[in-house]
């Protein structure tokens, strides 16, 4: 069964270092999107994406989020200079046209 | 906005006995309605929906039914066994702003249910 991957799995940084989170979404899907869960907290939405824009973003993702798909399959967050609020997991979705989200497992983000 | 409230858990029952886990919403408009479960390890999982009020979501023996007058999308299931252990989410799902198929999942905090032998 097709499904989203994420990597990695685990990522441990210093605070204002840059971090990259991949995702492989599933391949004839054509929306991807980033979500965020702080420890203990709800599953946030932070931005979706579509035909090699953003679609819509949150309030949370600010100038320094960015995301990407620098070529056909992967999808990738960069957190330009992380803080310690952005320990969280971030997870990768997709969907085709049925507004049925597939989530990968997600890459939890520790800020030291 | 919209949002969503759940049951605070933890949730710890005997294998085979009744669940409910509470979730209400607020929304305007016709938003549809998920329960995602993530198991240990796991990402999050479809595990049921429901598109229009009074219809009911089923699957692994889990149901919802989507109540509009209560704004509400209760969680069931009979006889729940070790293997449903997980965190439960529910959900309400509408077309993001810049229309199309672009949709925004808003969720509740997640329900952690404990299945014990």
């Known amino acids: 069964e097709p499904e989203v991957t994420q990597t990695p799995s685990h990522q441990v940084t210093q605070m204002g270092q840059e971090v990259i989170l991949r995702c492989v979404p599933i391949?004839?899907?054509?929306?991807f999107y980033w979500y965020r869960q702080i420890l203990g907290q709800k599953v946030e939405f932070l931005v979706s994406?579509?035909?090699?824009?953003?679609?819509?973003k949150s309030e949370i993702f600010d100038d320094q989020f960015s995301v990407e798909r620098p070529d056909g399959s992967n999808f990738t967050l960069k957190i330009r200079s992380t803080k310690l609020e952005d320990s969280a997991m971030y997870f990768c979705?997709?969907?085709?046209?049925?507004?049925?989200?597939?989530f990968g497992e997600g890459s939890r983000l520790t800020v030291l | 906005g919209d949002s969503v409230t759940q049951m605070e858990g933890p949730v710890t029952l005997s294998e085979e006995a009744f669940l409910t886990i509470n979730c209400t919403y607020t929304a305007t408009g016709y938003p549809s309605l998920f329960w995602y479960v993530q198991y240990p390890g796991e990402g999050l999982q479809l595990l049921l929906k429901a598109t229009k009020a009074d219809d009911k979501g089923s699957n692994k023996g889990f149901e919802a039914t989507y109540r509009k007058e209560t704004t509400s999308f209760h969680l069931e299931k009979g006889s729940v066994q070790v293997s449903d252990s997980a965190v439960y989410f529910c959900?309400?799902?509408?077309?993001?702003?810049?229309?199309?198929?672009?949709?925004?999942?808003?969720f509740g905090k997640g329900t952690l249910l404990t299945v014990n032998p």
């Open positions: 979705a997709s969907s085709e046209h049925t507004g049925e989200l597939f």
């Open positions: 959900a309400l799902n509408r077309v993001g702003n810049s229309g199309g198929s672009n949709y925004k999942l808003t």
């Open positions: 391949s004839n899907h054509l929306y």
């Open positions: 994406f579509y035909n090699n824009e953003i679609s819509e």
